[in-house]
């Protein structure tokens, strides 16, 4: 069993930037992968940008790629979504997830508590 704690959101203005970070305590991280999704109101989870448990491979939605980056630090079990360029559409909670490396949402088994992130235009 892992816990995932999400923290970093915050409100920015369009065309700023955050740094989005998920810890995770228990279980083995390393042998997770791990994704972020991003929920705006009225509108279902998405998978925004998922990451491999060695951190070689990753994927993007369109709609950030360029923009955002994601990355991990097995040391610190801890992953991080870097989101620049940021658009009012953007604004959303994101949640951090781990387990396997899919777009699907039923593919990760643990879930954060998620972090409100909103741009403002």
């Known amino acids: 069993q892992v816990q995932l704690v999400e923290s970093g959101g915050g409100l920015v203005q369009a065309g700023g930037s955050l740094r989005l970070s998920c810890a995770a305590h228990g279980g083995t991280f390393d042998s997770y992968a791990m994704g972020w999704f991003s929920q705006a109101p009225g509108k279902e989870r998405q998978l925004v940008a998922a990451?491999?448990?060695?951190?070689?491979?990753?994927y993007y939605a369109d709609s950030v790629k360029g923009r955002f980056t994601i990355s991990r630090d097995n040391a610190k079990n801890t992953v991080y979504l870097q989101m620049n360029s940021l658009k009012p559409e953007d604004t959303a909670v994101y949640y951090c997830?781990?387990?396997?490396?899919?777009?699907?949402?039923?593919?990760?088994?643990?879930w954060g508590q998620g972090t409100q992130v909103t741009v403002s235009s």
């Open positions: 990451i491999t448990w060695s951190g070689r491979g990753t």
């Open positions: 997830a781990a387990n396997w490396f899919s777009d699907r949402m039923d593919k990760y088994d643990y």
